[in-house]
């Protein structure tokens, strides 16, 4: 059993900044890619941030995912926070267990920013 847990979501003022964690534990042999996502009320989910390159237009230069592989932990450090960043942020990974590699998602962790 392999679970994600997030940390790090609340109520922010625009302008502001947030950190948030998401570990992977379990039966973990490797983790290979980890990714964060967010979903507003009444859109589809969107990519925010993956690998150490790839960002979502609208929040490069503010966001930036890093990651710990020793913890199996991947952060994303939120700066110049817009209301429009209001979401439900969840993280991604690709998790080897035994000789598979399966994709597991985080239980969501909310974000909110108030103009």
């Known amino acids: 059993q392999v679970q994600l847990v997030e940390s790090g979501g609340g109520l922010v003022q625009a302008g502001g900044s947030l950190r948030l964690s998401c570990a992977a534990s379990?039966?973990?042999?490797?983790?290979?890619?980890m990714a964060w996502y967010r979903q507003a009320p009444g859109k589809q989910r969107e990519l925010v941030a993956g690998?150490?390159?790839r960002y979502l237009d609208s929040v490069k230069g503010r966001f930036t995912i890093s990651r710990d592989n020793a913890k199996n932990t991947v952060y994303l450090q939120m700066n110049s926070l817009k209301p429009e960043d209001t979401a439900v942020y969840y993280c991604?990974?690709?998790?080897?267990?035994?000789?598979?590699?399966?994709?597991?998602w985080g239980q969501g962790t909310q974000v909110t920013v108030s103009s």
């Open positions: 991604q990974a690709h998790v080897v267990v035994a000789d598979k590699e399966y994709i597991y």
């Open positions: 690998g150490s390159t």
């Open positions: 379990g039966s973990i042999f490797s983790v290979n890619a």
